[in-house]
C-alpha cells in the first residue's frame, strides 16, 4: 500500500515535471511523448487513489505486524545486500588505486565467489570452497590478461606499488 501510493506521487510528479520539460520540442515531434506522459500521469493517479482507498481497507493489526516483518527484511537486505557489497566495492578500489587493476580483479572475483557461497550456505565455507574460489579467480584475471593486454593490447590501469 505505501510502495504504491509512493510510486503513484513519483510518476504523477515527474511526468508532469518532463511534460513541462517538453515546450522546446517541435509541436509534431511532441506528440509521441506528450500521449505518453499524460498516460504516465493518469497511471501515477490511479495508483495514489488505489493506494489511499486500499488503506482504508487494511487493518491496523495486520499493517503494523506487516511493518515489522518489512523492517527486519529491509534491515538484512540493507546488511547483506548493500553494506557488505558496498563495503567489497570500496575494498577493491583501494587495491585497484595501491596494487593495479589485475591483483584488484583477482580479489573482488575471489571475495564475490565466496560470499556468494556463503549467502547460499554459510556451513559451506571449507577448504576445497577457498581452493575453488582462488582456480576461479586465478582463472578469470588470466582471461582477463590475455584478452585485455595480450590479445587487444590495451592499458590496464597500474596501482601505486605496482
Known sequence: MLSNLILGVVIFLSSIFFYLQMTDLP????????YVLWGMTIV??????????EGRKKVAAEELKA???MRAQ???????????????LLMAYGLLL???????????????YSYHAYRIDAAN?????WIRAIGFAAAITLFMYLIFTLLLGLPAPSGAIF
Open 44 to 53: 501515477g493517479g490511479l495508483l495514489v487513489v488505489q493506494a489511499l482507498l
Open 98 to 112: 595501491s596494487v593495479g587493476f589485475y591483483p584488484a580483479s583477482a580479489f573482488l572475483v575471489f571475495t564475490i
Open 125 to 129: 565455507l571449507d577448504r576445497s570452497l
Open 67 to 69: 511493518r515489522c516483518e
Open 74 to 88: 529491509f534491515n538484512d537486505t540493507l546488511i547483506f545486500q548493500v553494506a557488505v557489497p558496498g563495503t567489497l
Open 27 to 34: 509541436e509534431r515531434s511532441a506528440l509521441f511523448p506528450q
